[in-house]
């Protein structure tokens, strides 16, 4: 009878996200990718040499990138409502953001410094 009065928990594999919450994730991710896409496609679209600090920032800026886009990916199957794969693609976006500002603050930087090249001109 003890047995009977323990009431089952919910494991990780099994608590979910509210679809809502989800979706406003999904729209917010979406226009920060969309964001980093139209910096990455400025930076691209800009003549002259690059410099081997550009090269570093812009792979930082496009690995970054590679990971919203996998995080928005990953968010947009319905497996996604599942806590434990929500949280990892959240994981997955907040990683790629924070590559993507590195990025940018090294290029700042490396202008600043007289080391940048096309990067921030224009």
Known sequence: MAKDAVEPVESDEQQRV???FRNGSITAIGVVVGFSLGFLSRW???PGEW???????VASITLGLALQVKALADLLLV???QLKRYNRSIRFFL????????GVVFAVFAD???????????
């Open 44 to 46: 691209s679209a800009l």
């Open 18 to 20: 509210d679809s809502t």
């Open 95 to 102: 990683a790629g953001l924070i590559l993507v500002g590195l």
């Open 51 to 57: 410099m081997q600090t550009d090269l570093v920032s």
């Open 79 to 81: 497996s996604s409502l």
């Open 112 to 122: 600043l410094l007289g080391f940048g090249g096309i990067v921030l001109q224009g």
